[in-house]
T-cell receptor, first 112, second 109 residues
């Protein structure tokens, strides 16, 4: 089992460019989450999904969109990147009722 | 406003010197409190979930406890490999999770 994987590991964007971060899990989990982690701020929830075809907003959803077309994948999109979106992005998955979240290794994104 | 505060921000211990990390929280409709360990450049790794005041859980040198307003992560006789950042998080009614900023623990041999 690979667990939770994230693609890419690193990325540098220019302001206004778009990109998609991919999260994949092989544990058949229903719930998936996207977080960002910034120094001094802790992890903040961007969007989450409680099942295939569903998405919901978290604490800091502005500037991001998500899709969950397949149960094992959760995509995070930035339509027009801004320097304020420079961060480390973590994906997590969980079985919902158990509450335990399993995190991926993260994607370090820099927006110039 | 839902809030999670961890203290201290950083802690340096000699190997074998026991101590505690604190996580205080204000959240409406608490559905669980979680402890994670995070090593540099990696994602958080799950340690414990606590659901009700008075609950305790142990794993090796770590013991987590919960009251109505705070949680403690007790580290007994720590080793250098326990060095990491320890994160506390709470889940409120629904699926909203709120994380603290973490305590960076360094254990010196």
């Amino acid at each position: 089992n690979a667990g939770v994987t994230q693609t890419p590991k690193f990325r540098v964007l220019k302001t206004g460019q778009s990109m998609t971060l991919l999260c994949a899990q092989d544990m058949n989990h229903e719930y998936m989450y996207w977080y960002r982690q910034d120094p001094g701020m802790g992890l903040r929830l961007i969007h989450y999904s409680v099942g295939e075809g569903t998405t919901a907003k978290g604490e800091v959803p502005d500037g991001y969109n998500v899709s969950r077309l397949k149960k094992q994948n959760f995509l995070l999109g930035l339509e027009s990147a801004a320097p304020s979106q420079t961060s480390v992005y973590f994906c997590a998955s969980g079985q919902g009722h158990s509450d335990t979240q399993y995190f991926g290794p993260g994607t370090r994104l820099t927006v110039l | 406003e839902d809030q999670v505060t961890q203290s201290p921000e950083a802690l340096r211990l000699q190997e074998g010197e026991s101590s505690s990390l604190n996580c205080s929280y204000t959240v409406s409709g608490l559905r669980g409190l979680f402890w994670y360990r995070q090593d540099p450049g990696k994602g958080p790794e799950f340690l414990f979930t606590l659901y009700s005041a008075g609950e305790e859980k142990e794993k090796e040198r770590l013991k987590a406890t919960l009251t109505k307003k705070e949680s403690f992560l007790h580290i007994t006789a720590p080793k250098p490999e326990d060095s990491a950042t320890y994160l506390c998080a709470v889940r409120r009614v629904g699926n909203q999770f709120y994380f603290g900023t973490g305590t960076s623990l360094t254990v010196i041999p």
